[in-house]
């Protein structure tokens, strides 16, 4: 009992520990971290603070540090859990996350969970200093990059909206500009001579600076809970994968009792052909407890006399030759609830059984639309309907509330052939999609048809190959209802609804979720990678207008895993590419056993990380072939010899006026030494004059060897600030990448395959309030922030939307002609990455990224993640409030007695 005590007290000090370290992180203080000065995230209200507990506590509360494994698992780094973090690779450990921002993204108020520095460039001094003495007011005409011949109409648009006296005042600025310009080369530049003189210009040119990107390589040493190798499965999980689908007859039939003329439910063992060993024909009968809504007890002997009814007309068309029909398969009778092993066996071989009837009826009370409805959104009816193809009716039973005693005199029953296509338009009224005129869905021309492609596949109009027809079979599940009409089924039950169309059959997990479900079944089932493909999607962030939304926050954040990410399978993602569109470069090999988001480990992807704290020094490869660039580094050369040499002749003026204090033979003109010092000095100065130009040549002479690296702040910037404080002068060298994210759309240039920067009608690039609105305009959630990634390697900027910013770009595959990378965040103690965005990329990158091992990637992202926590404890606990308040209620008053009133007898 001590013991106990004492565990449980360490466990509750370890709990206090760890939110007195997070409300410390959250303190909204400065701080340094290893070069460079940033702020803590603001101070959290409590509900934010609750829900970033929820968040960080995944599946069980927080008492001591959370340990990482590294790479080469021998060393194990432990830290509380508090703020984003990203793997470093020079340390190998988890540190916390700091994000550059601009100036406008650091106002932004709401809750952020890294800190935040202010942009800083980190070019090298004598790049600044030369900027410095060319370009001392900042203006874009003085920029190398600045294109008289591009300009010259916007600068005529500006002149002449421009007023008189601020045309005066913008010639006065030039006339300034020249001036300071020229008294700070001829007072400064000669230090940018004296730096390359000593550096021996070593600064900031190298000969191997065109390497590839930053080194990154993580692995997952947890075991995957299913896995295609058992032996790379959990110990606990011993089962194999893969079972090979074989045709199933119906465990048991209901026929009539020879003894009591009863209906009775049989083995079809006892059923069969003595001589031929055949199973007697049967029809199958089909209902939704959505349409009947009463227990098996009440139900079964009503659908006994409905079938009795069926069989009779089934057999009055046929001939005396034709054997007749005397056995039916029904719900109530050959589902066994003896144990959950049969239960299952004869859920999941419902398909089979359709396939094995002779007809398959659909059991209606009444015609109307709504009753066809019901039954269609049950998820098991449309696979027993594809499958039953061509031999499908309905029976309309009018009598079903009605005593059985009086069925005599009810209704009779009624019957109608019907084919698929007819069913579709009638049994799914709401779950094919509208057009975008019709609903404010903008997406809506994205969306797949899914059971109209079932249709025509299983009515041999088209043929759907196997990818697509698992795809198809999983969207269409998901958009189904799972409520009262299979009450006592699971979630799951989608996947086991789905197996019977498919190959191969998966042995049902209780503990599945239906994520996992899926992903077994499309790991045993050879269904062309499905989930590799699915990891490269980037669902659009609005819900599909098929299928019911089961919450408002469902709706907001439909692109969160399980049956909101199953829903939209099939539909064209965000860069309108279907899932078949896409060719894996990564292989899944296992799938994750997390509670609440839908994880899989995956081999052989690639990755690049991105930095995020400050811009990289970024070097230059010492190749220059240009005329201009030999011109240049011969000034650079011929000054620094110039200096050099002075200085030279100074030391050795001083040796000689040492060596003549006792000389007598000959006399030294020191003064002539001098002198001589002085025009090498001199002729330095005057050639330094020229050096700020040279190193301005030097450093923007093309963009062909210089490093490689993936930079990101978040906000946006206009090209020339991003470029200036990376490589500390503007020449054009960047450009928006013309299909790398969904803000490409608007930034395509209209006859070359490149990006334009986006410009007003006087030629000014846009600002942050372009950026918002196009935000607004594709339709972002507002939890999602703008973050602007820079690629040194191809040149190339990119703006995403993101609730985190990713430490991690994952090369998982290829469209196209472009790569498909996964922009994930990371969190150390369980070693899993989050996809919070997917990119294109050019195919070039793929050779340059670090090729890794097994890594666990969420298709869902970290908001995703903790919001389904969330509303998951939320329901738990009014679930319990509402078991404990009705359990602590008083039992009920009974009505008081009404008086007996006796009648007199007049």
């Known amino acids: 009992m001590g013991a106990a005590q004492s565990s449980t007290n360490k466990e509750e000090l370890g709990h206090d520990a760890w939110k007195k370290n997070l409300e410390k992180q959250y303190n909204g203080h400065w701080r340094w971290a290893p070069g460079v000065k940033f702020r803590r995230p603001s101070k959290l209200t409590p509900e934010q603070l609750n829900d970033r507990i929820i968040e960080l506590e995944h599946e069980q509360p927080i008492n001591s540090k959370q340990g990482y494994l590294n790479p080469n698992g021998d060393d194990e780094h432990e830290k509380f859990p508090d703020l984003d973090t990203y793997y470093s690779s020079t340390k190998e450990i988890p540190r916390r996350l700091v994000v550059q921002a601009t100036k406008e993204a650091r106002h932004d108020s709401r809750p952020r969970h890294w800190g935040h520095a202010r942009i800083d460039g980190r070019t090298p001094f004598i790049i600044r200093l030369s900027e410095l003495c060319l370009n001392p007011f900042n203006l874009e005409r003085y920029d190398i990059g600045y294109d008289d011949l591009e300009e010259e109409e916007h600068l005529k648009a500006k002149q002449h909206a421009k007023s008189a006296p601020r045309r005066v005042l913008w010639v006065l600025v030039r006339i300034l500009h020249y001036i300071v310009s020229i008294f700070l080369k001829l007072t400064l530049a000669w230090i940018i001579q ?348 609005t819900p599909t207008v098929q299928g019911p939304i089961k919450s408002q926050d469902e709706e907001k954040y439909a692109v969160a895993g399980n049956e909101a990410l199953l829903r939209n399978i099939a539909d064209r993602d965000q860069y309108s590419v279907h899932l078949w569109d896409v060719q894996p470069s990564c292989d899944v090999v296992g799938i994750g056993n997390d509670k609440f988001a839908p994880t899989v480990i995956v081999d052989r992807c690639r990755g690049i990380p991105i930095r995020w704290k400050s811009f990289p020094k970024v070097r230059y490869v010492q190749n220059f072939r240009s005329f201009r660039a030999n011109i240049s580094q011969t000034v650079v050369w011929i000054g620094a010899w110039f200096l050099l040499a002075g200085f030279n002749l100074f030391a050795t003026v001083i040796s000689l006026a040492f060596a003549s204090v006792d000389s007598s033979t000959q006399t030294i003109n020191i003064r002539q030494y001098m002198y001589g010092i002085a025009l090498y000095v001199g002729i330095s100065w ?58 490409s759309q608007s930034l395509r240039h209209e006859t070359i395959r490149m990006g334009v920067e986006p410009r007003d009608k006087y030629g000014d690039p846009l600002g942050p309030e372009h950026w918002k609105k196009q935000k607004e305009l594709l339709g972002i959630p507002d939890t999602h922030r703008l973050f602007t990634i820079v690629d040194t390697g191809d040149m190339s900027v990119s703006v995403i939307a993101a609730e985190r910013p990713p430490v991690v770009a994952l090369v998982c595959g290829r469209e196209g002609g472009m790569l498909r990378a996964l922009l994930c965040s990371w969190r150390f103690e369980t070693n899993c990455l989050y996809r919070e965005c997917v990119v294109r990329m050019r195919s070039s990158i793929e050779e340059r990224a670090t090729a890794n091992d097994w890594l666990k990637i969420s298709l869902a992202s970290q908001g995703d993640v903790g919001r389904t926590r969330k509303r998951y404890l939320q329901r738990t606990r009014n679930e319990t409030e509402s078991i404990q308040s009705s359990a602590s209620l008083p039992p009920p008053t009974p009505p008081p007695k009404e008086p007996v009133v006796q009648q007199v007898a007049k």
């Not at 490689?708 to 910037?717: D, I, Q, R």
Request: charged share 25%; glycine share 4%.
């Open 686 to 743: 005057i050639i330094s004059w020229f050096s700020p130009s040279a190193v301005r040549q030097l450093c923007s002479g093309g963009s062909s060897g210089l490093s490689n690296h993936l930079v990101g702040f978040e906000g946006t910037m206009t090209l020339r600030e991003i470029e200036k404080a990376i490589y500390g002068n503007w020449n054009g060298r960047l450009s928006y990448a013309p299909s790398s994210t969904i803000f």
């Open 194 to 541: 004296g730096l390359l003189s000593v550096q021996v210009i070593t600064e900031p040119w190298s000969s191997d600076a065109g390497d590839d990107y930053e080194y990154y390589e993580n692995v997952h040493w947890a075991w995957p809970k299913h896995a295609i190798n058992i032996l790379d499965q959990s110990p606990e999980n011993p089962r194999p994968q893969s079972n090979i689908k074989r045709l199933t007859i119906p465990r048991k039939l209901v026929v009539r009792d020879g003894n009591e003329g009863k209906w009775i439910a049989k083995d079809t063992s006892e059923l069969r052909d003595p001589k031929t060993g055949m199973l007697q024909p049967y029809v199958f009968l089909s209902f939704s407890r959505g349409n009947f809504a009463a227990d098996d007890d009440t139900l079964r002997p009503f659908f006994h006399t409905v079938a009795e009814s069926i069989l009779e007309n089934e057999n009055s068309n046929r001939g005396p030759e034709e054997q007749h029909i005397k056995a039916f398969w029904l719900d109530t009778d050959c589902v066994s609830h003896n144990t959950k092993a049969e239960e299952t066996r004869d859920i999941n071989t419902i398909c089979d059984a359709v396939r094995c009837a002779k007809r398959v009826y659909i059991l209606l009370p009444t015609e109307s639309e709504e009753e066809k409805r019901i039954w269609g959104n049950r998820i098991w009816t449309l696979p027993e309907v594809l499958l039953a193809a061509e031999k499908v009716r309905y029976c309309i039973t009018p009598s079903w509330s009605q005593p059985l005693s009086a069925n005599k005199d009810a209704p009779k029953n009624t019957f109608h052939d019907v084919s698929l296509t007819d069913m579709y338009q009638s049994f799914w009224p709401l779950l094919p999609p509208v057009s975008e005129t019709e609903t404010k869905d903008k997406n809506a021309e994205r969306h797949e048809d899914a059971i109209c492609h079932l249709i025509d596949h299983y009515t041999n109009r088209t043929k759907l190959s196997e990818l697509q027809l698992f795809t198809f079979a999983v969207q269409a599940m998901a958009q189904l209802s799972t409520g009262k009409d299979v009450e006592g089924y699971t979630t799951t039950s989608m996947a086991y609804a789905a197996m019977g169309l498919l190959s191969y059959r998966i042995t049902p997990d209780d503990d599945d979720d239906t994520f996992q479900a899926i992903a077994r079944l499309s790991l045993v089932n050879d269904s062309n990678r499905l989930l590799e493909r699915l990891l490269c999607l980037w669902p659009s962030y």
